[in-house]
């Protein structure tokens, strides 16, 4: 089945840029969807189709998706976006969605 | 708005079955063009996608769970069920239902439950 990969962790300090990956065998030919989820929370859709925001979402969310990864970027990071990240695509050679392993940011 | 509830047996004994509901409420289940779907999460684990279903009534699952799930709709009720046969230890998790957000091709999840816990033990 098809596999998605995420870095366990990524830090960033207040203000700077955070970039999540998420890697799979021709993903740029997929549609990639990011999901945060604080902790005791239910997951938040923060990006979806590659690169479209849900309302409500801040600009500071934005996503690309080509070749073998897509990206999650967060820009101006701020200390609530500290949670787990994961991304997901629907496989369609097994009918099913895949999760990646998901992401820890730690705002420093 | 759309919310959604999830509702069942927070202890389920090993071999039984698990028996979720999620009820939507602020919205007409059967109108648009959504699929509804179940996910869980063991504790400090990932997502794992259950399955989903559509107002047609049509399923998807996930390929490793598909010999013991069952997602059914309740239009009546404003409702979708999750059945889960055969548990074990390994079915501990918190569930989640969610539903995809409104396109031809299902994208995101876009609303999402609060989540209940359901414990396997005898």
């Known amino acids: 089945s098809y596999v998605l990969t995420q870095p366990p962790s990524v830090s960033v300090a207040p203000g700077q840029t955070a970039r999540i990956t998420c890697g799979g065998n021709?993903?740029?030919?997929?549609?990639v969807h990011w999901y945060q989820q604080k902790p005791g929370q239910a997951p938040v859709l923060v990006v979806y189709?590659?690169?479209d925001r849900p309302s409500g979402i801040p600009e500071r969310f934005s996503g690309s998706n080509s070749g073998n990864t897509a990206t999650l970027t967060i820009s101006r990071v701020e200390a609530g976006d500290e949670a787990d990240y994961y991304c997901?695509?629907?496989?369609?050679?097994?009918?099913?969605?895949?999760f990646g392993g998901g992401t820890k940011l730690t705002v420093l | 708005q759309v919310q959604l509830q999830e509702s069942g047996p927070g202890l389920v004994k090993p071999s039984q079955t698990l028996s979720l509901t999620c009820t939507v409420s602020?919205?007409?289940?059967?109108?648009?063009?959504?699929?509804w779907s179940w996910i869980r999460q063991p504790a400090g684990k990932g997502l794992e996608w259950i399955g989903r279903?559509?107002?047609?009534?049509?399923?998807n699952y996930n390929p490793s769970l598909k010999s013991r799930v069952t997602i059914s709709v309740d239009t009546s009720k404003n409702q979708f069920s999750l059945k889960l046969s055969s548990v074990t230890a390994a079915d501990t998790a918190v569930y989640y239902c969610?539903?995809?957000?409104?396109?031809?091709?299902?994208?995101?999840?876009?609303?999402w439950g609060q989540g209940t816990t359901v414990t396997v033990s005898s």
């Open positions: 021709n993903i740029g030919s997929k549609s």
């Open positions: 189709d590659d690169s």
């Open positions: 969610a539903r995809y957000m409104p396109a031809a091709i299902p994208a995101g999840m876009d609303v």
């Open positions: 279903i559509y107002t047609s009534g049509s399923t």
């Open positions: 997901q695509v629907w496989d369609s050679s097994s009918d099913q969605e895949v």
């Open positions: 602020g919205g007409s289940i059967s109108s648009g063009s959504y699929y």
